[in-house]
């Protein structure tokens, strides 16, 4: 089969499975050309299996990229063997440190049928669980003891040096906090309003909470033990109870 051939078969397969996964998927494709960005990508599969066994006999030349409004990504790449179908790997996040992926296992790959549409069931019924759940654990370790934010909710947690933090899911979120006067941490993620000038911070939390109802993103203030809010700060952002997790432990 010609290099175009395989090329197409594989971004018209990335493109179906797209469509039939549960939630909503964008598929793009990097063709050989495409060097640096698959060297970063090839950085970032997560797996120590199947997919791990097969980029080390056969780098990276060609893949389709699944990408999930939240963040997620799955990468589908050529398979060689005899077998016909694709393998599919899931993507570690970008920038997280490595103390994040302690203890969480990887979600190792699969090998898909040939037919999309079966692929996808098998998609949905194993990869996408398992991924979630790693997902999910790592980028509560990132944060450090910072409360989750969930999509429809920013959850800001009062810091021990008077700064505020959070770590928003929705991106129009991240940009009213930027408006704002938060700085975001490239590594983690994390959105910080410094405290040491607390008429300004008082300033930015009371403006922020209408510009987030207005995209239908609620607010919520988190109180470490020991320090409490300025009375400036608005009535409308109770605390939210920080809900326990186990412990975790990373190898990627």
Known sequence: ????DTSERLASY???LAGELPDTWTSTHLPPDAKDDLTELADRIWDLDLVAASLAEHPLKQAAVLSRPDGAQLVLLDRHDERDGFLLAAVAPRALPDEAYRAVPEPNGIALADDPFLGAEQIAGDLIARYDSALAQVRYNALGGIQPSQPDRVVLTWQQDGSVATAPVDDRAGAVLLTNGFLQDPQSGIYR???DDTRAQAHALRAIGPQLDALGIGTALQ??????APASTPASMPPSPASPRRPATRAR
């Not at 089969?1 to 175009?4: E, F, S, T, V």
């Not at 109180?223 to 409490?228: E, F, I, S």
Request: no cysteine; charged share 20%.
């Open 193 to 195: 309003l410094s405290g």
């Open 1 to 4: 089969m010609h290099d175009h």
């Open 223 to 228: 109180h470490p033990a020991g320090r409490t």
């Open 14 to 16: 990335a493109d179906v």
